[in-house]
């Protein structure tokens, strides 16, 4: 009877262990597959057989987790060359592994492409499918990633707050949200805004360069006129050399297993822009705050569509794996606004792999420096429902 | 007819605007008060006779402040002196404001003291009642302080998934959490723990002083024992001789008008303990986050029993201005547990103003460097339910 195996690889999202339990439930309903791996840690569990049996698990600590942040599993940053493939594909072969079934992003895709290949060529029958997460929303050919939704809730959440908190005590707020090249994250932080007037007044995402003379212009112009700025900056800005400004400020530059400087976990280009701010415009109170691994893992605060979309795309993968070799899921969106639906479908894991997507030319304002109302209409349906918040400084006085 | 003004002060917390939704729908009741003035930006509002109208207030209205962060009338860090409140005394006396209501911390009491101390020696009747706020739950009297429940939650639940996140990809992490001379929102870090070995595995409190070399001796002790290691630790932690690291390390030394070095809104300390782990720690993977403002102004995440109380002390103020010249809504825990309950008393303003409340040693470790189960107990019924998580990666191996 052939095995399957799933695992989780990259960062962690805060839906999918949601893709996980999709996996795990629909794999229940096909006694085909013996056994369900759960590897350790990703490629690297793979290769030292780390598995749990995921079958055993009970219907309520399947809801518990699908409701939890984070890789149950654990992850990796590990990017497997054709050699760790190859032990991968033994490890297959050894356990009598038919189905793998691989959580990630564009690096996933590529793994599951590659081991894929291998057993073709092999002649060993594998089925390979992957399974799109990301905060990043970066991934090509589906409409949106899962990942994507909750963490841009919490963003939109923490604007919104963060908002109201400047409006308490105004001075210049910089937020800085993760996104090394996409700026979906980050234009997530102007979902909640209700009011004229509310923050954040200016958004910079890496698809726009922006010079320090622009950014602290248009600082200084809001503030000039409100009394008060709140900026949305992407850990990935550019300046108009196409440098990251993080690479700029960074005193260490430490470089993951891909060879990018670290970004997140750092407070160094929050802290540089503050500092630039305070220089150029004429104010003390100037702040700034690094939202970190807060958006990608925390607890409580998922959302809703998100979550079942997740699920649906794990358990997507495993109906795919009957009839198809190979693939990735993807979400196709077929209504739009309050009639928002989806369907998925499978596309090759080339198309998948490896590549990375940015924001439409549609989303970011003329100037680079804002977030069009398109954006708006195209993340609020993965967001869901936001909160309905009041200021009272702008009533009429007496 | 006399009127009333209510205002908000100090740092915005996650149900100030229930206190002030307590005020609002109590003083209805009473026909004796004529207008209720909502200042805008505290003392600064009075002062300008900067007044919106809170009794036109609808119901729908009341219901969406009582849920939005931050403080929905504008707040202030000023601390008024004797002829500032002289200045507050004399609108009161143009507009017959005879009831004051003040929603802040041990300042905001200590300025309603002073100028109900100024009223008496005048002649002038006017009640004065302070109703507690703050995040890091530092006064006096009460067993804790409304807000304290919702940034604590928002602490755990932050916690609960960088710890999942730090199981998933291991490394040290190190979160900096606000609380210049108390404790509480950074040992509320642990509040989340369901798992042996869930983290966080340290907490630092700015109630116990710790040299450089024990904060990276028992980092690195803990990593070389689970591979892994997650600090929680107060933006106002001291070093042996006393001296808070963040001043020994800002690049900057902006102070606020209370003569406090700025803590919040820089990632300078979290990236200066991460370097120093880096350095004495054989480890690649240490990263930093500095909560910043969105623990204290975050929307769609209050404890629903902080809420309660905090509407009710805003109530309870309303109702003591009936009987009383002037007194502090405190809370009395009536019983724990499960069975949890309080009761609301008055306590003059002199109890409060002007005074900080610490950890008491008991929810301190011997050791200085973690928190005791006498606090969850503590702590707990003020949060609210927790989210259970699963990690998969302590199952047994097949």
């Given at each position: 009877m052939p095995n399957a195996v799933v695992s989780q690889s990259g960062g962690p999202t805060g839906v999918i262990n949601a893709s996980l339990v999709g996996v795990i439930e629909e794999t229940?309903?096909?006694?085909?597959?013996d056994n369900l791996y759960g590897a350790i840690h990703a490629v690297e569990g793979i290769v030292k057989e780390d598995f749990i049996d995921?079958?055993?698990?009970g219907a309520d600590v399947l809801e518990e987790l699908a409701a939890s942040p984070s890789s149950a599993l654990g992850s990796s940053r590990a990017k497997p060359d054709a050699e760790y493939c190859e032990k991968i594909l033994n490890v297959f072969k050894k356990r009598d592994i038919h189905y793998f079934f691989y959580i990630g992003g564009n690096d996933s895709a590529n793994t599951c492409y590659i081991i894929n290949n291998m057993a073709s060529a092999a002649g060993y029958e594998l089925r390979s499918f992957h399974i799109p997460k990301t905060?990043?929303?970066?991934?090509?050919?589906?409409?949106?990633?899962?990942g994507y939704g909750t963490a841009a809730k919490f963003v939109a959440c923490a604007l919104m707050g963060d908002d109201l908190d400047n409006r308490a005590l105004p001075g210049i707020k910089i937020d800085v949200i993760m996104g090394r090249h996409a700026g979906f994250l980050t234009a997530a932080?102007?979902?909640g805004k209700q009011r004229p007037?509310?923050?954040?007044?200016l958004v910079y995402v890496p698809e726009r360069t922006v010079s320090m003379d622009k950014f602290c212009s248009d600082v200084e112009s809001v503030y000039k006129k409100l009394g008060r700025c709140l900026v949305a900056v992407s850990e990935g800005i550019c300046d108009t050399d196409g440098v990251v400004w993080a690479q700029k400020t960074a005193a260490q530059e430490e470089k993951d297993a891909h060879g990018n400087i670290q970004l997140?976990?750092?407070?160094s280009l929050a802290d540089f822009l503050a500092a630039q701010a305070k220089t150029r415009v004429d104010i003390r109170r100037v702040r700034a705050d690094t939202f970190g691994y807060l958006q990608r893992s925390f607890a409580g605060l998922q959302s809703p569509v998100d979550v079942t979309e997740a699920r649906n795309c794990g358990r997507q993968a495993v109906i795919y794996s009957k009839s198809e070799n190979s693939g990735s899921v993807a979400i196709r969106r077929t209504a739009g606004g309050k009639d928002y639906a989806v369907e998925l479908f499978r596309t090759e894991l080339a198309n998948v792999a490896e590549k990375t997507k940015s924001m439409p030319d549609?989303?970011?304002n003329a100037e680079g420096n804002g977030i069009t109302n398109a954006f708006v209409e195209y993340a609020m349906p993965l967001v869901g429902p936001l909160p309905k918040t009041q200021y009272l400084g702008d009533y009429p006085r007496v």
């Open positions: 229940h309903k096909y006694s085909e597959i995921l079958k055993k698990l905060v990043d929303n970066d991934l090509l050919v589906t409409d949106h990633c899962p932080s102007v979902l007037n509310d923050g954040p007044h997140s976990g750092s407070g549609e989303f970011i």
